[in-house]
């Protein structure tokens, strides 16, 4: 396969809705599926209208693997063929997520016909989405966030496999299967995009560290970066890994991503005397761009409750520092931007979205949180005003002019 990477931004604008579409079992056990739930199924045509105040043309949806796929090797995309169809009557670009956080019934990421069950559904999703768009160009994510859930399967029985000290063994089947998926993705449509969605982390160590404690969080620092190393071959080459699978690498960051390791202690983002050991957002998109030489997006960020409006304001500005220095930030996506309910306790809801869920009327509704809409259009402003001025036609450019 030629080493060739598009120059050009395929994203329709530079900020992205984000669609809570997780349907894995939880730590209880449950099935979960949050499509329904969040009522951004039956309210598609009122979310994808909703976004336009905002310019948003592209979101990430995904296809709920475990709700395509009820028996193995039968597929049922008529729901996802509802959402194409939303998308078509609103000039919505769908971002599409293959396996965001759920497998099917029978299967785990440490069966043995887990990565060739997954290649089988990439292959037919592209087959069915080719049936419905044949010449849109088609963005996908294989795996949502391996280093998260193979964490939350393999280390804390957050999920299946509800695996204890397991998780790098549940990571390895992962990225065997994603990379087993990426491949059988571009064999069936050599145009296909792949986005990456993992985590970016800063772990530090405590003031009074020792030499060798202070080694443990560097490496456990640098595990951040295993499961897209391992996608590009620099990890794991038994596994297939080549650079031409990387592509468009995402990086989903949070407001509890920066922490310190043994005893754990969360770096305040917004603390009104700044930790010192705290690393603004541009420097940690800065050290991964450097790592892997690629364009990239911030795939998903939020923040909770009555601080997400100084939350906006921030991403903005490091949005803006980042372009404004020429770096192929290429999107940035609102995650949620429909209020979500606990994976695991399905009546707290986290009030993270740009709509927040107006329990008392049926859908639920959604209700606008306006300082969040005011801190999203200054932080749009700013990330437009930032963007290099445009260079003689014909010339390329590493950055997409934010919509």
């Not at 405590?206 to 595990?223: E, F, K, M, Y």
């Not at 409006?309 to 020429?326: D, F, H, N, T, Y």
């Not at 014909?394 to 002019?401: E, S």
Request: proline share 8%.
């Amino acid at each position: 396969m030629a080493l060739t990477f598009p120059d050009t931004n395929p994203f329709r604008s530079f900020w992205w809705g984000g669609y809570e579409c997780t349907d894995q079992l939880n730590a209880f056990g449950n099935r979960v599926d949050f499509l329904p739930l969040t009522g951004h199924l039956p309210l598609i045509d009122e979310d994808y209208a909703a976004l336009a105040q905002f310019q948003v043309r592209t979101v990430r949806e995904g296809i709920r693997w475990a709700q395509i796929e009820k028996r193995a090797y039968h597929y049922d995309f008529s729901t996802v063929q509802t959402m194409l169809e939303a998308g078509q009557r609103h000039g919505i670009q769908q971002v599409w997520d293959l396996c965001h956080f759920g497998y099917p019934d029978d299967l785990t990421p440490l069966h043995p016909m887990f990565a060739r069950r997954f290649a089988a559904l990439c292959r037919a999703f592209v087959d069915f989405y080719r049936s419905q768009r044949p010449d849109d160009t088609l963005i996908v994510t294989p795996i949502n966030e391996v280093s998260f859930i193979s964490w939350l399967g393999g280390e804390v029985r957050g999920t299946s496999p509800y695996c204890h000290h397991q998780g790098w063994d549940v990571k390895y089947g992962l990225m065997r299967a994603y990379i087993e998926g990426s491949y059988a993705l571009r064999e069936a449509d050599p145009s296909i995009r792949l986005l990456t969605t993992e985590p970016l982390i800063n772990i530090v160590a405590p003031a009074n560290a020792g030499p060798q404690q202070r080694r443990d969080v560097r490496t456990a620092h640098l595990n951040q970066f295993q499961a897209t190393d391992m996608l590009c071959g620099k990890m794991c080459p038994e596994l297939g890994g080549a650079p031409e699978l990387l592509d468009v690498v995402g990086f989903n960051y949070y407001y509890d991503n920066q922490w310190q390791l043994h005893p754990y202690h969360k770096l305040g983002w917004n603390d009104p005397v700044p930790d010192p050991r705290w690393r603004p957002l541009r420097e940690l998109l800065r050290e991964a761009y450097k790592r892997y030489r690629r364009p990239f997006a911030i795939t998903e960020t939020s923040h909770p409750g009555v601080d997400r409006p100084l939350w906006w304001r921030m991403i903005g500005q490091e949005c803006a520092a980042v372009v404004s220095a020429g770096l192929p930030l290429w999107g940035t996506c609102i995650y949620p931007i429909i209020d979500r309910p606990d994976w695991d306790h399905l009546q707290e809801w986290h009030r993270s979205g740009l709509w927040d869920a107006d329990l008392g009327h049926p859908g639920p509704a959604r209700r606008l949180h306006l300082p969040s809409a005011e801190a999203l259009l200054t932080a749009q402003a700013r990330v437009a005003a930032a963007v290099p001025a445009r260079r003689p036609q014909g010339a390329k450019t590493a950055i997409g002019q934010p919509g």
